[in-house]
């Protein structure tokens, strides 16, 4: 089965913080995103990446930036945190082709 | 632009009774279609997808789709609910772009289940 798998569970970080989210995947995909998760807003995206080095905006990318250096991993870098960055990340890879996405387990950020 | 609406909030049906979720899509042509659930603290499950062909498709846990090109819909549907199926459920839209693939999702419908 492949696997995404988010660094943290749960993040309480203070405002203006430099912030870091981690995404690694086990199934060589190309395509990675990241999702931010709100209630009645659904899942919006923040940035994707579709080969290492290659970074395209999403929906809401304003306060986001992104790195992939390796394939297999997507950051998600919150450059100053504010508090309403405080949401639920949830990060998916998917293969080329196939469009099926795979979601990692999320990350829920509170920035206070 | 893209859009996906899913225009029940909360829906509550009683342990049992048969389900269906609403899903309408706004895209020029058909785009690549899916289903998502997301129990309480986990990321999100494929349910089911439509690419092509028989417009109504099977997922998992029981749940079918059906795709209607007329009404640019992709309703979820179940004919009897079990309690584990509360959950949030989402449906997505893949526009394919070719080189790469985006899913732009609906704000979700969230499923209680009465025993």
């Known amino acids: 089965d492949v696997k995404v798998t988010q660094s943290s569970r749960y993040l309480v970080k203070r405002t203006g913080e430099k912030v870091f989210l981690e995404c690694v995947q086990d199934?060589?995909?190309?395509?990675m995103f990241w999702y931010r998760q709100d209630p009645g807003l659904g899942l919006r995206l923040i940035y994707f990446?579709?080969?290492?080095?290659?970074?395209e905006k999403g929906d809401i990318p304003e306060g986001y930036s992104v790195s992939r250096e390796k394939k297999e991993r997507f950051s998600l870098i919150l450059e100053s945190a504010s508090t309403n960055q405080t949401s639920m990340y949830l990060c998916?890879?998917?293969?080329?082709?196939?469009?099926?996405?795979?979601f990692g387990q999320g990350t829920r950020l509170t920035v206070v | 632009a893209q859009s996906v609406t899913q225009p029940d909030i909360h829906i509550t049906v009683s342990e049992g009774a048969s389900l269906e979720l609403r899903c309408n899509y706004s895209?020029?042509?058909?785009?690549?279609l899916f289903w998502y659930v997301q129990s309480p603290g986990q990321g999100l499950q494929l349910l089911l997808k439509?690419?092509?062909?028989?417009?109504l498709v099977q997922g998992i846990k029981g749940f079918e789709a059906e795709f209607k090109r007329s009404q640019s819909s992709f309703n979820l549907r179940k004919p009897s609910v079990h309690w584990s199926d509360a959950a949030e459920y989402f449906c997505?839209?893949?526009?394919?772009?070719?080189?790469?693939?985006?899913?732009?999702f609906g704000a979700g419908t969230r499923l209680a289940v009465h025993p």
């Open positions: 998916a890879s998917i293969h080329g082709t196939t469009t099926e996405a795979f």
């Open positions: 199934m060589d995909h190309e395509n």
């Open positions: 990446s579709y080969d290492v080095k290659m970074k």
């Open positions: 895209y020029g042509a058909t785009p690549y």
């Open positions: 439509y690419f092509s062909g028989d417009t």
């Open positions: 997505a839209v893949a526009p394919f772009s070719g080189g790469y693939n985006k899913l732009i």
